[in-house]
């Protein structure tokens, strides 16, 4: 039976709240999620993201995850820059940094609203004398948020497997309610890509396999935050200056025209592009107080530096050897490599 009113009331709410846009759509409205993860995982194009493949049952059906649930309330919160933050490939000497990690976690701000909205759909509830339970998922869990977007209406998978709409382009998070409510689904929207393949060209690694298809091993944002230990040569050249994902592919959009302005202060730019010298110096405590609150802070201060001694590397600047040299008898051997790697790479004219 629909609980008549609500799904209305809880859009709005979402929207109240400071969410761009809200979906609803049920549990197990991604029967093809299943079959597509088994094959990408089967195929190894995961890397070393174990946490895919692990509880693929639940990633794969999210009715699994919790069967009391009846309805999923999907939510997108903007996050768009003010600026193609592509220019920061432009100056070598600094780190680029991926505009979802420029200002505060995300991961804590989207999920105070979620949780805001999550006990009004409670109070409500219960206010009509009706039961209602609800779970909250912010990429944390086995969700795979995407398809559950797509199937709520909030946009489509573009080619290169993210999520863009009409109206918000593809800067923006997904959010999930689930609540034992059933609510009216909304319709899912079809893709809109037609023969554009802009963020395919773009990818500095060649990741991409074809529309649709991403090799995660060669994807910058899974190299640079998700891959542990060196990182191939081959790859680490065309990094350049990438310390922290990637927006490649994001930023050739032509969809991002139309994105919707970022109404949160909290993902204002902060980080910016750090000089590479002085990411270079950063002690272990040095790295946690200067990201503090950042969802750079997960990857921890060792593989940041790996990172930074790759752009070191790239920058095609002699002088930022000496910022390298200090890590060549590091304790951990991928630094002390890629230190290596770095000084000899600035001894010689790069190709």
Request: a neutral charge; glycine letters at 8%; proline letters at 7%.
């Amino acid at each position: 039976m629909k609980e008549a009113g609500f799904k209305e009331r809880l859009i709005a709410k979402a929207l109240e709240e400071g969410f761009s846009k809200a979906r609803v759509t049920r549990p197990d409205a991604i029967p093809q999620a299943a079959g597509r993860l088994e094959a990408f995982v089967a195929a190894g194009l995961h890397g070393q993201m174990g946490w895919m493949a692990e509880r693929r049952e639940w990633r794969g059906n999210p009715a699994a995850l919790w069967p009391e649930a009846r309805s999923v309330l999907m939510v997108a919160e903007s996050y768009a820059p003010d600026m193609d933050p592509r220019a920061a490939l432009a100056d070598p000497g600094r780190g680029a940094v991926s505009v979802y990690a420029q200002g505060k976690d995300y991961h804590d701000l989207v999920k105070r609203r979620l949780k805001r909205t999550g006990r009004w759909l409670i109070d409500a509830a219960a206010k009509a004398g009706i039961a209602c339970e609800i779970k909250v998922f912010v990429d944390t869990a086995p969700v795979m948020e995407k398809p559950l977007a797509e199937a709520a209406g909030l946009g489509w998978q573009g080619k290169h497997t993210n999520l863009l709409a009409r109206d918000l382009g593809n800067w923006f998070f997904l959010g999930a309610i689930f609540t034992t409510l059933d609510l009216a689904p909304d319709a899912p929207e079809g893709g809109h890509c037609g023969s554009c393949t802009a963020c395919l060209a773009a990818c500095p690694t060649e990741a991409f396999l074809g529309p649709y298809r991403m090799d995660a091993r060669r994807c910058i944002s899974y190299l640079t935050i998700e891959h542990r230990g060196p990182i191939a040569e081959e790859l680490r050249a065309r990094m350049g200056n990438r310390i922290y994902g990637c927006d490649d592919c994001l930023a050739a959009c032509p969809w991002n025209k139309f994105a919707a302005e970022a109404r949160e202060i909290g993902y204002a730019a902060r980080v910016g592009a750090p000089p590479l010298a002085e990411l270079a110096a950063l002690d272990d405590a040095a790295f946690r107080a200067r990201f503090a609150g950042s969802p750079i802070k997960r990857i921890g201060r060792d593989r940041m530096l790996r990172n930074v001694l790759y752009a070191i590397g790239n920058s095609g600047d002699p002088a930022l050897a000496g910022a390298a040299a200090p890590h060549l008898n590091d304790p951990d051997p991928t630094i002390a490599e890629a230190a290596a790697w770095a000084v000899a790479r600035l001894e010689r004219p790069l190709p």
